[in-house]
């Protein structure tokens, strides 16, 4: 079993810039890619970006590409989202999670183990 733990949301201006960490422990072993997903106020769940565990390989979603970066360290069994020049239509509870298959990263239903989440909020 793994535990998936948030953190770094918070309030900041449009065109600010933030830095989420994502910090797995437990059977580190159990999962091949983690994955950022985000609810807005109103909204479904979407994905927002994904990391290959082994390799490194990312995928962002188009609508934050050039903005948003995902990372891993993995000494440290933490994956990072930056997020820069921040919209307010990027508010949401930001959710890290992990999956067994780096071929649903995407998908909700492809996770396996979730986060509580960490609420952006980008406001003047």
């Known amino acids: 079993q793994l535990q998936v733990v948030e953190s770094g949301g918070g309030l900041v201006q449009p065109g600010g810039s933030l830095r989420l960490s994502c910090t797995v422990s437990?059977?580190?072993?159990?999962?091949?890619?983690v994955g950022w997903f985000r609810r807005a106020p109103g909204k479904e769940r979407e994905g927002v970006a994904c990391?290959?565990?082994?390799?490194?390989?990312?995928y962002i979603k188009n609508f934050v590409k050039g903005r948003f970066t995902i990372s891993k360290d993995n000494a440290k069994n933490t994956v990072y989202l930056q997020m820069n020049n921040l919209k307010p239509e990027d508010t949401a509870v930001y959710y890290c999670?992990?999956?067994?298959?780096?071929?649903?990263?995407?998908?909700?239903?492809?996770?396996?183990?979730w986060g509580k989440g960490t609420l952006v909020n980008v406001s003047s």
């Open positions: 999670a992990t999956t067994r298959d780096a071929g649903l990263c995407d998908y909700t239903y492809g996770m396996n183990y």
């Open positions: 437990g059977s580190t072993l159990d999962y091949d890619a």
């Open positions: 990391i290959r565990k082994n390799d490194g390989a990312t």
